[in-house]
């Protein structure tokens, strides 16, 4: 169990690093081999789904980064099943395009 946790941690390090677009894919096929066993799958899905919850109860809260906590518990599942890191990078994709049109800082403060 340890060396899954610490593989996990490493995991989600190379997580932040790796470039839009790729990241959940590379997590997925990165921390693949962190024990297939039914209880490992089961801790990993179950922590990514409490960690969605937190993160969308959160999200009511002024001031308090729910999202974060809901994209993290959405990386933990994404790690088990190709098909949701597949659409967890394309998402992500067209959600920085969104905000980077909508940011009105960006167009005044352009070189």
């Known amino acids: ?16 690093h790796d470039e ?18 039914f209880l490992t799958n089961f801790i990993v899905i ?3 789904v409490i960690l969605i919850a937190l993160g969308f109860l959160l999200g009511f809260i002024p001031g ?8 993290f518990g959405l990386a933990l599942i994404s790690t088990r099943f190709r098909w949701m890191a ?5 998402l992500e994709v067209r959600i ?3 905000f ?7 167009a ?3 070189r």
């Open 86 to 90: 597949v659409a967890l990078d394309w």
């Open 46 to 48: 179950g922590l990514g």
């Open 64 to 71: 308090l980064p729910g999202i974060v906590l809901a994209v």
């Open 20 to 37: 839009p677009g790729h990241r959940f894919l590379q997590a997925h096929y990165g921390c693949r081999g962190t024990g297939r066993s």
């Open 1 to 16: 169990m340890r060396e899954t946790w610490n593989t996990l941690k490493t995991c989600s390090r190379r997580f932040i």
């Open 96 to 98: 920085r395009k969104l």
């Open 100 to 106: 980077h049109r909508l940011n009105p800082w960006k």
């Open 108 to 110: 005044t403060h352009r």
